[in-house]
């Protein structure tokens, strides 16, 4: 029997009306920039702020994804908790995801898998109101034609603890890797470019060393770093702003950055689990 997480934003982080949402997204994916590689991304940084905010630079990463539009079948999405602390990485109770759009399927194996880990569990309360996940679902649905997704919410972990779950989940070119976060928080315009270009720098760099004022979703990117690292994959910013430029007050800003992941050609990349399981003993 399926039970579906209702839509929690909906009307607030972005449009309510069905008709208005589309419109929206597709809006800001017509505005993006023409990608400058071809090659489709395995992963990818977005924000998940309110779309007037965020939502021209999350369309320049979801614009990537047009030659993946029937190739992408599941997206594993990780993003913060804002509301619920928890231990580890959760998943919904829920076996299926509601936005103005539709409903979208949680990929019941794939949170099984995910479920054998000790550091994941489920948990209800951490997705009931939670934003950093369910922003994501309109653009994914706008670009994507058919998928299922295994959303974590994420909490008190270790990149470790991180790269062990998105390892166990990375698939082939089926699957798509999608970490939702802001960049620094409420500081003046010039402070906050200053802060969010040295975290650019560190996320390219693939450091693991990002700490949550840097970005509110500094533990998954760790993570979603260890793996990208020991896999070889090519790291790339596509866009860097922040409130102050996409909604004119620049007194207290967010910042906003996306990113795409793609694998090198050629590239025999090493599966991280090794390296995990090396670091967690």
């Not at 990537?64 to 990485?89: C, D, E, K, N, Q």
């Not at 959760?90 to 054998?116: I, K, N, S, Y």
């Not at 790291?235 to 793609?262: I, K, M, P, Q």
């Not at 990349?269 to 003993?281: F, G, K, L, M, T």
Request: hydrophobic residues 50%; aromatic residues 6%.
């Amino acid at each position: 029997m399926q039970s579906i997480r209702p839509a929690a934003v909906a009307g607030m982080f972005y449009p309510e009306a069905p008709s208005a949402l589309g419109s929206a997204v597709r809006g800001y994916l017509a505005q993006a920039a023409p990608p400058a590689r071809e090659a489709l991304p395995k992963a990818m940084i977005v924000p998940h702020a309110g779309y007037v905010y965020s939502g021209p630079v999350a369309a320049s990463a979801y614009a990537r994804l047009a030659a993946g539009r029937s190739l992408i079948r599941r997206v594993v999405l990780l993003g913060p908790v804002h509301r619920v602390p928890i231990r580890g990485l959760a998943l919904p109770v829920a076996t299926a995801f509601a936005t103005p759009l539709g409903t979208v399927e949680v990929d019941a194996a794939a949170a099984a898998a995910a479920l054998r880990l000790p550091q994941v569990r489920t948990s209800e309360a951490a997705h009931a109101l939670e934003h950093a996940l369910e922003v994501q679902l309109p653009f994914l649905q706008t670009v994507l034609e058919s998928f299922r997704i295994v959303p974590f919410a994420v909490g008190d972990a270790t990149a470790s603890e991180v790269a062990a779950v998105i390892d166990r989940l990375w698939g082939g070119v089926e699957t798509l890797i999608l970490v939702s976060s802001d960049l620094s928080h409420y500081h003046p315009y010039d402070q906050a470019r200053a802060i969010d270009r040295g975290t650019v720098e560190e996320i390219l760099a693939l450091t693991s060393a990002i700490d949550h004022e840097q970005a509110c979703g500094a533990t998954p990117i760790n993570g979603l770093a260890l793996c990208v690292r020991q896999r070889g994959l090519a790291g790339e910013l596509l866009d860097l702003r922040n409130s102050g430029d996409t909604a004119g007050d620049r007194s207290r800003v967010v910042g906003y950055a996306a990113f795409a992941f793609t694998e090198r050609p050629g590239a025999h990349a090493r599966p991280v689990r090794a390296a995990v399981e090396e670091s967690i003993a």
